[in-house]
Nanobody, 117 residues
Framework: QVQLVESGGGLVQPGGSLRLSCAAS????????MGWYRQAPGKQRELVAT???????NYADSVKGRFTVSRDNAKNTVYLQMNSLKPEDTAVYYC???????????WGQGTQVTVSS
């Protein structure tokens, strides 16, 4: 069974940084796309950043220039380096991974990121 385990969330002051990690396991096929989504209170879940197995990235406009998504394919782990954090970044961040060969779309349980002074 596929499992995604997130870590790295927490409380940080505006302008600070956090690094989220998500370790995926349980698939005999490649995780084609991995990434991060977030959901703030009262808001819809939105894409933050994704990265393919080949290293192609996609970012929400609101985080471009501040966040960097990366992955270690050997470890099936995706990271999100978040710099210059703003209160608007406060949300539950969910790891996502997709396995095209089996039509899999998997989610982690989420990790809380709170940006506040």
């Amino acid at each position: 069974q596929v499992q995604l385990v997130e870590s790295g969330g927490g409380l940080v002051q505006p302008g600070g940084s956090l690094r989220l990690s998500c370790a995926a396991s349980g698939s005999i096929f490649r995780f084609n796309t991995m990434g991060w989504y977030r959901q703030a209170p009262g808001k819809q879940r939105e894409l933050v950043a994704t990265i393919t197995s080949g290293g192609s990235t996609n970012y929400a406009d609101s985080v471009k220039g501040r966040f960097t998504v990366s992955r270690d394919n050997a470890k099936n782990t995706v990271y999100l380096q978040m710099n210059s954090l703003k209160p608007e970044d406060t949300a539950v961040y969910y790891c996502n991974a997709r396995v095209k060969l089996v039509g899999g779309n998997y989610w982690g349980q989420g990790t809380q990121v709170t940006v506040s002074s």
